[in-house]
């Protein structure tokens, strides 16, 4: 079975740009959660998107933005970029449902973005 | 709310030594608890959970950690270190209703010395 898969691996852009990020979980997953890993605050949960719906969202501004299609795969987004954006992002899968929140979630290899 | 402190954001040890990497939890309700293990350039890997049942769990890697609500921990440990050990670990904490927001910790980067 293919992992969670995220394109492109590796992005550059300008401050005040926006970009659009990829993600394919592994086949039968209906969760994708994303999360940005910085070393400075470590992983930090975007939100978590199930059949569709956006049902968790973490502390971030509104221009992190991001949707789910039919087929599971998420996109995420980020308009106006600033310095501070710089990351890596990551994706993650999960074949959970609501209810059970012991599911592991399987993570592709990030995208990271740099801001100049 | 739920939270994870990992103590040691740099551990190091000799290769054949005992890994010992801290991991500690607040949650209000009963946790579920991941160690994940991060090599460079790559994603998250899970190394083990813990959601109910047995205190101590074993993982991939030699890797096991054990469950002590008394004390709200979950550290990780491996009895012999492996050059091949080397890496970022992350704990993470699952837990409430209607939610599939894991909270890290901010990560312990192991080192293992020839």
């Known amino acids: 079975k293919a992992g969670v898969t995220q394109t492109p691996r590796y992005l550059i852009k300008t401050r005040g740009q926006q970009v659009t990020l990829s993600c394919s979980p592994i086949?039968?997953?209906?969760?994708v959660s994303w999360y940005q890993q910085t070393p400075g605050q470590g992983l930090q949960f975007l939100f978590e998107?199930?059949?569709?719906?956006?049902?968790n969202k973490g502390n971030f501004p509104g221009r992190f933005s991001g949707r789910q299609f039919s087929n599971s795969r998420s996109e995420m987004n980020v308009s106006t970029l600033e310095l501070g954006d710089s990351a890596l992002y990551l994706c993650?899968?999960?074949?959970?449902?609501?209810?059970?929140?012991?599911?592991?979630?399987?993570f592709g290899p990030g995208t990271r973005l740099t801001v100049l | 709310a739920q939270s994870v402190t990992q103590l040691g954001s740099h551990v190091s040890v000799s290769e054949g030594a005992l890994v010992l990497l801290r991991c500690n939890y607040s949650?209000?309700?009963?946790?579920?608890l991941f160690w994940y293990v991060q090599y460079p350039n790559q994603g998250l890997q899970l190394l083990l959970k813990?959601?109910?049942?047995?205190?101590l769990v074993k993982g991939i890697n030699g890797f096991e950690a054990e469950f002590k609500k008394s004390e709200t921990s979950f550290h990780l440990t491996k009895p012999s270190a492996h050059m091949s050990d080397a890496a970022e670990y992350f704990c993470?904490?699952?837990?409430?209703?209607?939610?599939?927001?894991?909270?890290f910790g901010t990560g312990t980067r192991l080192k293992v010395l020839a």
């Open positions: 993650a899968s999960s074949h959970g449902t609501q209810s059970y929140l012991g599911n592991e979630q399987f």
């Open positions: 086949s039968g997953h209906r969760s």
């Open positions: 998107y199930f059949s569709e719906t956006q049902r």
């Open positions: 993470a904490v699952s837990a409430g209703s209607g939610t599939y927001k894991y909270i």
């Open positions: 949650s209000s309700v009963p946790p579920y």
């Open positions: 813990y959601t109910t049942g047995a205190t």
